[in-house]
Structure formats: C-alpha cells, structure tokens
C-alpha cells in the first residue's frame, strides 16, 4: 500500500473531545446544555444501531440525548405532532428523524417539518438553498466530515479537479456544493454517467457515494489522488466461515491504496465522522439558539 490512510477514527475522537470542552464551556459560562433529539419509526436494524450510536455518543460528550422510538405503524400526522412537540421544546436544539421512514410517511414532509434551526441534518429544504447559495446553514453530516477530511489531508481545495460519483440528497449533492465552495472543479457522475472510468481517472479528489460495493477499481484512480469512500456495504465473507460478512466500501480498497495519495478505510473512515459531525451541529444549532 501506497497511500496515507485517512483515519476517520482518530479525527472523529478529536472532534469529539473538541465538542465536549464546548459544552462544558456552555454549561459552566451560560448554564446551557446542548439537546439532541434522535427519533426513528420503525424497527430497521441498521437504523436501530445508527440510533442507539447517536445516543450513547451525545451522552458522552456531555449533551442531553431525547430518543424517540415509534411503531412502525406509527401515522405520518402522529410524527408531525412530535415534530411540532420537539420544534417548541427549549431543551431540544437539533432533531433528527433516521431515515428512512416507513413507505406510507411522506419523508419529505417530515424533513421540511423540522424548524431549519434545529434540522442538525441539514436537509431541510431552506437549509439546502442557504448552502446551494452560499450562506450560513446547517451542513449535512457525511459531506461535512467527508470535507474536513479533505481539509486535513490537502489543506486548500483550490482549483482541484472533484468527481462525486453518487447524487443523492443526503451526501452526492451537498458534497458537490461544499467542494464547490472551496473552489474546486466539480463533477457529480452517477449511473447513466458516460465513460465514469475515464471521468474519475482526472479526478484529484474522488468522492465516492454510491452504495455499490468495490464498484471503483484502483486502476480509476489517478495517481496521487486524494479518495474518500462512503460506501458502507456488507458482502459474504465465507473466507471468515460460513454465512459470515464483512463491510466494504463502493471502491476497491486494496487496488485503490496502490494508487491513491491517500484513502479512508471502510470501516473505520467516514462512518466515525457522521456523528462527530452531527454532535458539532447539535453544539452550532444551541450556540445559535442563544446568540
Ligand atoms: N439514514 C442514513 N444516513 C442518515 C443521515 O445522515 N441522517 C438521517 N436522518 N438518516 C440517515
């Protein structure tokens, strides 16, 4: 291996202690404390461990963590009330709904209910034009980690040539905006995207959201270039014994890491940075609250 690994472990332990010394700072100057609301409907078990990390984390950096968890039959109006409970409640300062949400929850509703104040998220539809244009707003937390990685690694992003590869709402899109802001060149591919190969061979920053397991070889990857994966994908591992599995990114890390500049491993690269961000938003959104 070639490349400088990307620990996301070891930056979002500092994150975290960054924002636990910020709260403490809160507590001590102004009598505040942070409050995360976390609600999930359903029984999804990944989202079931996503929740019960957010939680456990939120506590330990010193903030109050409100955890909701609804039946799965739970109606959409019922979610809204809670919603409407947690904008009015002074205690609660970031809310997040997991996603997804059951088919018959209209999950775009439920995102443009939350006061854009406490959307630590980011996906709500006035935060996603104030970051489109330029201003202050809450930013989504994988592309926000995902940035900081980029940061640390590079220092400035000045006129880098960035391929996206992935669209969605939730990480393709925003990173796009945020690499944008740094004034990069940006290219967003996804699945209809004509020669991907050769597009992300001219990348010096290579984002990759898709949720396609290994689909990125190393042999896309330019030399030198800076790869951050997202992808978190679970694949048999009968060489671990029989029914087992293991989590792999959307590139091909082994192939990629002879390659690259530097590269976040899977797991154990942006999956850490998600909730260290989200803690940080959660101390922004209370720091506003109470400018
Ligand atoms: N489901 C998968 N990723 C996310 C995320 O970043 N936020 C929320 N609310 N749900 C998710």
């Known amino acids: 291996m070639n490349a400088t690994l990307i620990d996301g472990k070891v930056f979002a332990a500092s994150i975290r202690e960054k924002v636990a010394a910020h709260v403490a700072r809160l507590q001590a100057e102004h009598g505040l404390t942070p409050g995360l609301a976390v609600v999930l409907v359903g029984e999804d078990p990944a989202s079931q461990v996503y929740v019960r990390n957010k939680g456990q984390q939120t506590k330990e950096v010193g903030m109050a963590s409100f955890e909701h968890r609804l039946a799965a039959e739970t109606s959409e109006a019922d979610l809204l009330a809670l919603i409407a409970r947690l904008n009015a409640d002074p205690s609660v300062h970031g809310i997040l709904v997991q996603l997804p949400v059951p088919d018959h929850i209209d999950e775009a509703k439920v995102i443009n209910a939350i006061a854009p104040e406490k959307d630590v998220d980011g996906f709500h539809i006035s935060n996603v034009g104030l970051l489109a244009t330029g201003q202050k707003s809450m930013v989504p937390c994988t592309p926000l980690g995902c940035l900081l990685m980029l940061r640390d690694t590079l220092g400035s992003l000045s006129g880098l040539n960035a391929v996206v590869v992935g669209r969605s709402n939730i990480v393709g899109k ?9 004034s990069c060149t940006v290219t967003v591919a996804h699945s209809r995207t004509r020669d991907l190969a050769g597009l992300c061979r001219s990348a010096d920053i290579l984002v990759a959201a898709v949720g396609r397991p290994q689909m990125i070889p ?27 599995t293991r989590l792999v990114g959307d590139v091909d890390f082994a192939g990629a890491a002879e390659v690259a500049g530097a590269i976040t491993p899977v797991p154990g690269g942006v999956g850490p940075m998600t909730i260290a961000c989200l803690l940080a938003n959660t101390v922004t959104a209370c720091c506003r609250a109470n400018d």
């Open 174 to 182: 925003p990173m796009a905006q945020l690499l944008l802001k740094e």
């Open 218 to 244: 190393g042999d896309w990857v330019k030399p030198g270039a800076t790869v951050i994966d997202v992808g978190i994908n679970r694949i048999p591992a009968p060489e671990k014994g029989e029914g087992k």
